[in-house]
């Protein structure tokens, strides 16, 4: 019995480490599988990653190359340099409230000449025409060189615009008005009679017409439009006024449009002035 008993010991604690053995080397295949695994994943997540950057470098290179040929696209456009922001086309509204104004300043000036030299797409003729005025100049041209030679200015009596704000666009623009006395109407954000660098060369008897609903500009389709701009191409209506200035028969003129208001616009000699119209006209 004590032969077997030590003979049946030993069988128990050999069967018990073969299990043991067993078991640690299932473990070691488990955890062997798990690290290649791993391995792959990681290797497949890397791989991953560089097709996304190469992917997204492709995409970022495709932007710029877009960028850059919008910004030549638009560069062709005009003989001369331009901002991309300060393409906005008038509202044929704006138009439409200038007209009695022009329609008096050509019975003081006798037939209107008007010149726009400020170029975005060749709209602002075509608006003039629709109201009644059609000797409209309003080319392709450099503003700015043609001043430079008296002689290239072409002969008219009202100069009318919707110029670009950025820059230095405004000041040499209102410089360019008061050395040489022009008649003018002038649509221009209404800060700009605020901000005292301005004012200082504006004329001292310049009224404002301010539309009691803000005009909403639009930047044109081939523009290349910042995200703020709706996909329409319109920007956030903003305070906008026509600055108008007939020299000694800038009061009268003020006095007319006064009366032919009607509720589409107000006119004043300041800019507080109309804040203080408008709101009057909105209460009632």
């Not at 003989?79 to 009695?100: G, M, R, S, W």
Request: proline content about 5%; overall charge positive; aromatic content about 10%.
């Amino acid at each position: 019995h004590n032969i077997i008993i030590i003979i049946m010991g030993k069988s128990s604690i050999s069967g018990a480490g073969d299990g043991l053995e067993k078991k640690k080397s299932k473990q070691e295949k488990k955890e062997k599988k798990a690290h290649k695994a791993s391995k792959n994943s990681s290797k497949h997540k890397k791989k991953r990653s560089k097709e996304a950057s190469i992917i997204l470098d492709a995409d970022d290179s495709d932007k710029a190359a877009s960028s850059d040929k919008d910004d030549h696209a638009t560069a062709a456009r005009h003989k001369f340099a331009t901002n991309t922001l300060d393409h906005c086309e008038t509202p044929h509204v704006a138009y439409e409230h200038i007209q009695p104004v022009l329609l008096e300043l050509q019975k003081l000036l006798g037939a209107l000449t008007i010149w726009d030299p400020y170029f975005c797409d060749g709209s602002a003729k075509l608006h003039l025409e629709s109201v009644g005025f059609d000797n409209v100049i309003h080319e392709n041209d450099d503003f700015y060189a043609t001043i430079a030679d008296a002689n290239k200015v072409p002969p008219h009596n009202l100069f009318l615009t919707n110029p670009p704000y950025s820059d230095d666009h405004i000041e040499r623009l209102l410089t360019f008005l008061t050395t040489h006395n022009q008649n003018f109407c002038l649509l221009m954000p209404n800060w700009v009679a605020r901000k005292k660098d301005y004012s200082a060369l504006m004329p001292k008897d310049v009224f404002y017409l301010s539309p009691v609903h803000p005009y909403t500009y639009a930047m044109p389709e081939w523009n290349d439009r910042p995200d703020h701009v709706a996909a329409d191409g319109k920007t956030t209506p903003y305070l906008s006024s026509w600055y108008i200035h007939a020299g000694s028969q800038t009061e009268t003129l003020m006095n007319k449009m006064n009366s032919f208001a009607r509720g589409k616009w107000v006119v004043a000699k300041t800019i507080k002035g109309l804040k203080w119209k408008l709101q009057k006209l909105k209460r009632w």
